[in-house]
């Protein structure tokens, strides 16, 4: 499939498309008129590196354990060094940190909504 349609299927512009395969994330192969062609796989990394990057992992970091998400029941990661697993570890606890802060201001935010329409049940 070409760009525009890879575009569109993940909702995901073209600028960041390129970007993406110029960090090593995602491949394409180039036809004659050099228009980037991908294949269907393409559309499921291209969502889990956006699910990625929107977990605050940064792109160095995803394009090393990309390899090992594509068969977690077989993780083999032997490029895993001490300082990668230590920033791995660093990253998990930081999304941690993050997911429990949004649970905390959605629970606010539910309590919000519940005092106003126990005031108000026309609301």
Same mark, same amino acid.
């Given at each position: ?16 498309? /390129? ?21 269907? =796989? ?29 068969? =977690? ?23 941690? /940190? ?11 935010i539910t309590e919000y909504l519940?005092?106003? /329409? ?6």
């Amino acid at each position: 499939m070409r760009i525009g349609e890879l575009s569109e299927r993940t909702r995901t512009s073209r600028r960041l498309l /390129r970007y993406y395969e110029e960090q090593g994330l995602i491949i394409s192969q180039r036809q004659a008129n050099g228009y980037r062609d991908y294949d269907e =796989p393409s559309v499921d990394r291209v969502i889990q590196v956006r699910g990625l990057l929107d977990a605050g992992l940064p792109t160095r970091i995803i394009k090393q354990i990309l390899p090992c998400l594509d068969k =977690p029941r077989q993780i083999y990661f032997p490029d895993a060094t001490r300082e990668m697993l230590e920033t791995l570890e660093g990253e998990r606890d930081r999304m941690t /940190r993050r997911a429990e802060c949004l649970l905390r201001n959605r629970d606010a935010i539910t309590e919000y909504l519940d005092a106003v /329409r126990a005031y108000d049940p026309a609301s």
